[in-house]
């Protein structure tokens, strides 16, 4: 197998797992605080391949994932498109930042993620009731990537050789 057909696999299966992780069953305490395992795993990759990545990858994924939890179909596709765009556009000084750092970038850009979502939830009148715990997983989400960012970065070397 060529080495962009490993790069391929490799994302498609990331972000496949990522699905499964995002529609999980968990009890309702621990629903709360689920990260935003889709939207990491898609920054990962456009941080680490930019390349490789494209709006097409998140739009498909976002389709994917709107039908995995029985959302708004393009809801997920459009909050994923736009995060690929910013992250994208912004991938090499984001390169340059520590993980510290680019987890807060990345907090900020999800909580932007969560603000169209609300403004969706707003037109078709399902608003959330504690906004507080709307905007959880976002924290959660800067918490885990530096452990995320540092996973990924190992199966990437193991199995692409970059």
Same mark, same amino acid.
């Given at each position: 197998?060529?080495?962009?057909? @490993? @790069? ?6 990331? $972000?496949?797992?990522?699905?499964? $992780? ?33 709006? *097409? ?26 995060? *690929? ?7 090499? @000084?984001?390169? $340059? ?10 907090? $900020? ?31 959660? *989400? ?13 199966? @990437? ?6």
């Amino acid at each position: 197998m060529t080495l962009r057909g @490993r @790069r391929i696999l490799l994302v498609n299966l990331s $972000l496949l797992i990522a699905i499964a $992780l995002a529609i999980f069953p968990l009890p309702n305490w621990a629903a709360a605080v689920r990260p935003d395992w889709v939207a990491l795993v898609l920054i990962y990759w456009c941080i680490a391949l930019p390349m490789n990545m494209g709006f *097409s990858t998140a739009f498909i994924f976002g389709v994917l994932l709107d039908i995995a939890t029985g959302t708004l179909l393009g809801q997920h596709a459009l909050g994923l498109t736009i995060v *690929s765009y910013v992250i994208l556009k912004n991938h090499s @000084r984001l390169r $340059l930042f520590p993980l510290i750092q680019q987890g807060v970038i990345i907090m $900020l850009l999800l909580m932007v993620k969560q603000l169209v979502f609300l403004w969706i939830y707003g037109m078709t009148h399902n608003a959330p009731s504690n906004m507080w715990l709307y905007f959880l997983p976002s924290v959660i *989400s800067m918490i885990l990537w530096p452990w995320l960012f540092v996973f990924m970065e190992n199966i @990437r070397r193991r199995y692409l050789n970059i």
